[in-house]
């Protein structure tokens, strides 16, 4: 068994494997690093498919990885699906495979796979992003950044989905930003070149990395990293930390979930979509009701019915045209439409 001397940790998801294949395809057989990868991908996938698929572009070992295993250089580790992966070194470079609470709502999640990999191996970690949508892997380099390691991301004007590196490039310090097909020439440079200056490792990543570890976090270590905010976590209802460290700014709750400000945006305002959805269909039923009350003339107010079901068909138009539109053009004055349609 080789120990390996680097650890490539490689993040990617729309547009993913057919990046992979390409990006495998320039790694040499005598590789003396490890080549540990996330890619996003339905929790019923057949992860050992997509392991077969990488091996026959690559002179490289391709598994799909399994909890407790040794880290080998020369070989690739493929996230298996739902499933986090981790790396760990005490003593023995080790994989862990966990099912811990989702980051930024994904499982196996880039920002955690890079983050145990930069508390782990520090200055000999290269973190690569590449094609994808949304922000996985944007905190991930920032840790990786921060333990000395070295920050690539995929040129996003070739890639199929430029929103992970892009973010990335919007949020952290890269090194190198080049062509999918350059890589392979540039790891062998930075591979066979002496390794960064050693740092410290932060205090408050080897917290984090320990909570991963264990799947299940408590509300004492998270306030040891960060305050807490006044917003709940979309994944579980419970109350949100603001993370005190590091430049992208990021939220985890004391269960693990863990998500950055874009992640959290996206989230809440999906949330506040599927609430209006659901008042439009309360409104409506309210309507049918107050429509078949009118017509029998029931109750002792069936004028002021009446004019009731004609001010709630205007609210539920108003709302109708809010949801449609994306909240385009909104005269403001939706919240106050639901809440007159209920009193």
């Known amino acids: ?45 057949d992860g050992q498919h997509l392991v077969s698929r990488l091996a026959r572009h ?34 023995r470079a080790q994989l862990l495979v966990t099912k811990g609470p989702r980051e930024n709502h994904y499982r196996p999640s880039v920002d955690a796979l890079f983050r145990s990999a ?22 991930g380099l920032e840790f990786i950044k921060r333990c000395g390691g070295i920050a690539i991301v995929q040129d996003p004007a070739e890639a199929e989905f430029p929103s992970m590196p892009q973010s990335a490039l919007q949020n952290v310090a890269i090194d190198y930003v080049v062509p999918l097909g350059q890589m392979g020439q540039l790891l062998d440079e930075l591979i066979g070149s002496p390794s960064n200056h050693p740092v410290t490792i932060p205090e408050d990543l080897k917290l984090e990395a320990a909570i991963a570890e264990r799947v299940v976090g408590k509300i004492e270590e998270v306030n040891s990293i960060g305050h807490q905010v006044a917003l709940t976590c979309p994944d579980c209802g419970g109350n949100l ?7 992208v700014l ?33 409104m409506e039923e309210r309507k049918n009701l107050l429509g078949s009350m009118a017509m029998r003339g029931e109750g002792l107010y069936s004028v002021q019915q009446a004019e009731r079901l004609e001010e709630i068909t205007k609210h539920i138009n ?3 045209e809010f949801l449609l539109n994306g909240g385009n053009g909104s005269n403001g004055h939706t919240s106050a439409s639901i809440a007159n349609a209920e009193g």
Request: glycine letters at 8%; aromatic letters at 6%.
């Open 241 to 247: 930390w603001e993370v005190n460290e590091g430049k």
């Open 1 to 45: 068994m080789s120990v390996p001397s680097h650890l490539i940790v490689v993040g990617t998801s729309a547009g993913g494997m057919p990046a992979l294949v390409q990006f495998v395809a320039q790694l040499p057989a005598t590789l003396p690093a490890a080549v540990l990868v996330v890619q996003h991908f339905a929790p019923d996938s």
């Open 58 to 91: 690559t002179a490289l070992p391709c598994r799909l990885a399994t909890d407790g295993e040794s880290i080998e250089a020369g070989t690739l580790y493929l996230a298996p699906p739902d499933r986090h992966l981790l790396a760990k070194d005490q003593g």
């Open 318 to 320: 108003r709302l109708r």
């Open 118 to 139: 930069a508390v782990a191996f520090g200055e000999r970690t290269v973190g690569i992003v590449l094609t994808g949508m949304l922000h996985d892997g944007t905190a």
């Open 250 to 282: 990021r939220f985890r709750c004391h269960t693990g979930h863990a998500f950055t400000a874009d992640v959290l945006l996206s989230s809440s305002q999906e949330t506040l979509e599927e609430t209006l959805w659901v008042a439009l269909r309360m």
